[in-house]
C-alpha cells in the first residue's frame, strides 16, 4: 500500500494551527472521557446481561477507581446496585444508593 503524503489542504497546517502529535486538545478531552466511560458501562452491562456479574464487578469497579468522586455517572452507580441486588447483597445496594445520595422513589399501595 502506497500512502500520499501530499497535503490536502484538510489538515492542521493549512489553517494555522500545529497540533502536538499525541496530545488531545484540551476542548475533545471531556469528549474522550465521556466516550470512554459509556464503552466501559455499556461492555459492563453486556456482562451482566450474560450473568457473568463477577467479571461486570470487577471492570466497573476497576473503571471507578480512575474517576474523582464528583465524576461518577449515574448509569455506574445503577449497575453496581443492579450487580449487588443480583448476589442477593440488598444492604450493599442501599448502601451505595445512600452513599451516592439517590432519591428511592416511594411506592404507593
Known amino acids: ?3 500520499s ?3 490536502t489542504g484538510d489538515d492542521a497546517s493549512s489553517t494555522g494551527s500545529s497540533p502536538v502529535p499525541g496530545k488531545v486538545p ?3 478531552e471531556t469528549s474522550v472521557q465521556d466516550v470512554h466511560n459509556v464503552i466501559t458501562l455499556n461492555s459492563v452491562a453486556l456482562y451482566c446481561m450474560k450473568r457473568d456479574l463477577n467479571r461486570a464487578k470487577r471492570i466497573l469497579a476497576q ?3 480512575t474517576l474523582n ?3 461518577i455517572p449515574a448509569q455506574a452507580t445503577m449497575l453496581l446496585v443492579y450487580i449487588e441486588l443480583r448476589q442477593g447483597n440488598t444492604e450493599a445496594a442501599l448502601s451505595i444508593l445512600k452513599q451516592q445520595q439517590i ?3 416511594t411506592l404507593t399501595t
Do not use: K, R
Open 5 to 7: 503524503t501530499q497535503s
Open 26 to 28: 484540551a476542548s475533545q
Open 63 to 65: 473503571h471507578l477507581s
Open 1 to 3: 500500500a502506497v500512502v
Open 69 to 71: 468522586d464528583g465524576e
Open 103 to 105: 432519591n428511592l422513589p
